[in-house]
């Protein structure tokens, strides 16, 4: 089975740019996360996708950051425009279905660095 | 005051020793909880599960969780230095029928030969 897909790897642009992640999650699974993890920290819950829905996304900056998850497979993270603060790897995740017992399969992340 | 506490480290233990690793919450409506390893450079990976107080096992790891306390704890025995890594916990809130999840900090391990 093939695992979480990230892309790019690793990312460096400048403030005020635009930039965009891509995910493509475990075939099958339902449900898919994008966290953003700032170095020394945990990952932080950025939004949760059930299917093409929205389940949560209370930590979203949404004056800068957007989110979607078209036909309900794979996602694409973008800010816009990018703060340094927004200097962290983006960690996309999935599971079967939304329940929590599910085990979260996780990417390898993407380094986002803003100059 | 975070949701969830959890010290960073790092915390360096000699190789064959018994590590204890612990998060406090705030949150009592969390009920589930989680134990995951991240790697340098890697995502997390799942390493244990449990949803109820008391015990569970799972070959060298051992999840804790006291509920009255609001306190969990993983235990590594025998620990081998490839098990130096960051551990994160994380434990789950049910809401409208929905899983969310939130992360501790992570600490860090360094077990040497």
Partial sequence: EAGVAQSPRYKIIEKRQSVAFWCNPISGHAT?????????????????????????????PKDRFSAERLKGVDSTLKIQPAKLEDSAVYLCASTRRDQESDTQY?????????? | QKEVEQDPG???????????????????????????????RKGPELLMYTYSSGNKEDGRFTAQVDKSS???????RDS??????????????????????????????????
């Fill in chain 2, 70 to 76: 609001k306190y969990i704890s993983l235990f590594i």
């Fill in chain 1, 106 to 115: 996780f990417g390898p992340g993407t380094r986002l660095t803003v100059l």
């Fill in chain 2, 80 to 113: 081998q230095p490839s098990d130096s890594a960051t551990y994160l916990c994380a434990m789950i809130l049910a809401s409208g029928g929905s899983y969310i999840p939130t992360f501790g900090r992570g600490t860090s391990l360094i077990v040497h030969p």
């Fill in chain 1, 32 to 60: 898919l996360y994008w966290y953003q993890q700032i170095l020394g920290q945990g990952p932080k819950l950025l939004i949760q996708f059930q299917n093409n829905g929205v389940v949560d996304d209370s930590q979203l």
């Fill in chain 2, 10 to 40: 790092p915390l360096s233990v000699p190789e064959g020793a018994i590590v204890s690793l612990n998060c406090t919450y705030s949150n009592s409506a969390f009920q589930y909880f989680m134990w995951y390893r991240q790697y340098s």
